[in-house]
T-cell receptor, first 110, second 117 residues
Framework: TQLLEQSPQFLSIQEGENLTVYCNSS?????LQWYRQEPGEGPVLLVT?????EVKKLKRLTFQFGDARKDSSLHITAAQPGDTGLYLC??????????FGKGTMLLVSP | DSGVTQTPKHLITATGQRVTLRCSPR?????VYWYQQSLDQGLQFLIQ???????AKGNILERFSAQQFPDLHSELNLSSLELGDSALYFC????????????????FGPGTRLTVL
């Protein structure tokens, strides 16, 4: 059983569309991170959220941590081809190491 | 460029063989982490070292071992390879707060793609 479930697994959209991807768990996390991984590269950290209900914005990307710190969402406004990649969420409980979800593969076509 | 380097980029070998993957962390980072990424399991934590000492262990098989050397580079050794070991192997490094015990930002290398035939 995967501790962090990400949905959808795959998303193919046109440039300019909005989208939301989700990261859900039955466990409480002290912090949650979002990464983007491009083909042939390692994951790159986008944001860390630590407080329940926290919302962080990174240009056209909006990240939200659930009130109960069990889930998170990533919303992209007006997607661009450069947003294409694998989006991974990773949770941390206390001093434990990161637990990753399997990711959402996003393809943005021109 | 994260500053973490991994060699080789690609590795093709046969079942039963042994390989060594190498990682050089970012300058100044004392913690090194190894991960395995496959389509069915996603990104799985294998092991963490801090300044030469093992700090945390994840889903690492007994056939796999790692070490961190005095110059802080790390090697992951995979032996008696099986078809199912084919995957991307990533190394990440971090500063290593409180002796590597407090979680801090990890920077990932570009990975080594291992194919076992």
């Amino acid at each position: 059983t995967q501790l962090l479930e990400q949905s959808p697994q795959f998303l193919s959209i046109q440039e300019g569309e909005n989208l939301t991807v989700y990261c859900n768990s039955s466990s409480v996390f002290s912090s949650l991170q979002w990464y983007r991984q491009e083909p042939g590269e390692g994951p790159v950290l986008l944001v860390t959220v630590v407080t329940g209900g926290e919302v962080k914005k990174l240009k056209r990307l909006t990240f939200q941590f659930g009130d109960a710190r069990k889930d998170s969402s990533l919303h992209i406004t007006a997607a661009q081809p450069g947003d294409t990649g694998l989006y991974l969420c990773a949770g941390q409980r206390g001093y434990s190491t990161l637990t990753f979800g399997k990711g959402t593969m996003l393809l943005v076509s021109p | 460029d994260s500053g973490v380097t991994q060699t080789p980029k690609h590795l093709i070998t046969a079942t039963g063989q042994r390989v060594t993957l190498r990682c050089s962390p970012r300058s100044g980072d004392l913690s090194v982490y190894w991960y395995q990424q496959s389509l069915d399991q996603g990104l799985q934590f294998l092991i963490q070292y801090y300044n030469g000492e093992e700090r945390a262990k994840g889903n690492i098989l007994e056939r796999f071992s790692a070490q961190q050397f005095p110059d802080l580079h790390s090697e992951l050794n995979l032996s008696s390879l099986e078809l199912g070991d084919s995957a991307l192997y990533f190394c990440a490094s971090s500063v290593g707060l409180a002796g590597g015990l407090i979680p801090d930002t990890q920077y990932f290398g570009p990975g080594t793609r291992l194919t076992v035939l």
